[in-house]
Nanobody
Framework: QVQLVESGGGLVQAGGSLRLSCAAS????????MAWYRQAPGKQRESVAG???????NYADSVKGRFSISADNAKNTVYLQMNSLKPEDTAVYYC??????????????WGQGTQVTVSS
């Protein structure tokens, strides 16, 4: 079955950097948009950044200029480079991808999440 596996989370001081990775595996017939979301304690899950297969990107206003999303289409992998991290960036970060599965249908798949904690 299709799986998204994230890595790269951890604890970092304010002003530091982290790089998240998310690799999609399994019976994948196509990949469209890949994206990162995050959910802080007591808050709703929110979009952080997204990238289309063609490389078009979008960012939440709160991370513009600090975060950068990129992808390796050959590896079905998406990355999130996070610089100048702030305590308010603390959250569980989730990978999301639109994937064409063997049934011929597009579906939205989620990773298990990776914790990012930024200390002040």
């Amino acid at each position: 079955q299709v799986q998204l596996v994230e890595s790269g989370g951890g604890l970092v001081q304010a002003g530091g950097s982290l790089r998240l990775s998310c690799a999609a595996s399994g019976p994948i017939f196509g990949v469209n948009t890949m994206a990162w979301y995050r959910q802080a304690p007591g808050k709703q899950r929110e979009s952080v950044a997204g990238i289309t297969r063609g490389g078009r990107t979008n960012y939440a206003d709160s991370v513009k200029g600090r975060f950068s999303i990129s992808a390796d289409n050959a590896k079905n992998t998406v990355y999130l480079q996070m610089n100048s991290l702030k305590p308010e960036d603390t959250a569980v970060y989730y990978c999301n991808a639109d994937i064409l599965n063997p049934t011929g249908r597009w579906g939205a798949y989620w990773g298990q999440g990776t914790q990012v904690t930024v200390s002040s």
